[in-house]
């Protein structure tokens, strides 16, 4: 059974910096998408950045050159480093593992997410 659970949120001010980790279990994060995505209070979830099997990456446009998506594959461990937060980065932050095979079979696992305040 796959398991991912996040930690690292908490609250802190504006400009401050804060590091996501979402550790799995059940199977490697090396063979996934991972993703971490976002909720704010009424707001649909949306993504923020992902890293791929390969090692290659993508961001949100709100986000590109403030976060860092990485990946420890021996922790089995994902990490999102949050520089420069601004208020508008608050919202609870979910860590999403994602895996699409060719045969069509996919493996989809969210973790149950992290609160980030960001607020003075």
């Known amino acids: 059974q796959v398991q991912l659970v996040e930690s690292g949120g908490g609250l802190v001010q504006p400009g401050g910096s804060l590091r996501l980790s979402c550790v799995a279990s059940?199977?490697?994060?090396?063979?996934?998408?991972m993703g971490w995505y976002r909720q704010a209070p009424g707001q649909q979830r949306e993504l923020v950045a992902r890293?791929?099997?390969?090692?290659?990456?993508n961001y949100a446009d709100s986000v590109k050159g403030r976060f860092t998506i990485s990946r420890d594959n021996a922790k089995n461990t994902v990490y999102l480093q949050m520089n420069s937060l601004k208020p508008e980065d608050t919202a609870v932050y979910y860590c999403?593992?994602?895996?699409?095979?060719?045969?069509?079979?996919?493996?989809?696992?969210w973790g149950q997410g992290t609160q980030v305040t960001v607020s003075s």
């Open positions: 999403n593992a994602d895996r699409r095979r060719l045969g069509g079979m996919t493996y989809n696992y």
């Open positions: 890293i791929f099997s390969g090692g290659s990456t």
């Open positions: 059940g199977t490697i994060v090396s063979i996934y998408t």
